[in-house]
């Protein structure tokens, strides 16, 4: 059974602090990583993808990914209210062997403090 | 805007009583899912389409069908709804070829939220 693990949180920071998601997965063979951020009641946004070992950067988020060590995480820098929102990351298998498929972890709610 | 539009967004229905729901992209993506997300839970993929191939989850109960007539719309037609279906229901598009060693980026539509009584 592929999964997707993430910490359920919730996870507080105060405003403008960096906050940090973690993820890890079971299938060696995933190829595609994704982090979409969910708010109440809504349905999810995408806010990175990655899909080599190392860091992304977007504006103040970065991705990491270290495929050896099955680990994918979100940091969000200068953290603001509006960032508080349950953060899903999503793992794709690869298209030949794995289907299309994407595995959602069950989210890390975060909750940013004015 | 090219987009995934999902109606209605939000359905009650009685238990035991058929309900369709329904997703249209244009975004020209040649996959279609349909999720099922319960509060506080990750997103349940039911089943997708890669052009017209259906590909059902071993899990998906057999209350749940789905339909592709186009590359443009899909639907879930859920036969007889039970109190535990009560969700929100997200159809997702994304673009993919066989043989690709990655898959694109799933695009959600925003959702249908589905009430039982």
């Known amino acids: 059974q592929k999964e997707v693990e993430q910490n359920s949180g919730p996870l507080s920071v105060p405003e403008g602090a960096i906050a940090s998601l973690n993820c890890t997965y079971s299938?060696?063979?995933?190829?595609?990583f994704f982090w979409y951020r969910q708010y109440s009641g809504k349905s999810p946004e995408l806010i990175m993808s990655i899909y080599s070992n190392g860091d992304k950067e977007d504006g103040r988020f970065t991705a990491q990914l270290n495929k050896a060590s099955q680990y994918v995480s979100l940091l969000i820098r200068d953290s603001q209210p509006s960032d508080s929102a349950t953060y899903l990351c999503?793992?794709?298998?690869?298209?030949?062997?794995?289907?299309?498929?994407?595995?959602f972890g069950a989210g890390t709610r975060l909750f940013v403090k004015a | 805007d090219a987009m995934v539009i999902q109606n209605p967004r939000y359905q009650v229905t009685q238990f035991g009583k058929p309900v369709t729901l329904s997703c249209s992209q244009t975004?020209?993506?040649?996959?279609m899912y349909w999720y099922q997300q319960k509060s506080s839970q990750a997103p349940k993929l039911l089943f997708h389409?890669?052009?017209?191939?259906?590909?059902n989850e071993a899990d998906t109960p057999d209350n749940f069908q789905s339909r592709r007539p186009n590359t443009s719309f899909c639907f879930l037609d859920i036969r007889s709804p039970g109190l535990g279906d009560a969700a929100m229901y997200l159809c997702?598009?994304?673009?993919?070829?066989?043989?690709?060693?990655?898959?694109?980026?799933?695009?959600f539509g925003p959702g249908t939220r589905l009430t039982v009584l």
């Open positions: 299938d060696r063979v995933s190829q595609s």
């Open positions: 997702a598009t994304s673009r993919a070829s066989p043989g690709l060693a990655v898959t694109d980026t799933q695009y």
């Open positions: 389409y890669y052009d017209k191939d259906f590909n």
């Open positions: 975004l020209n993506h040649n996959v």
């Open positions: 999503a793992v794709n298998g690869d298209g030949r062997t794995g289907g299309f498929k994407t595995i």
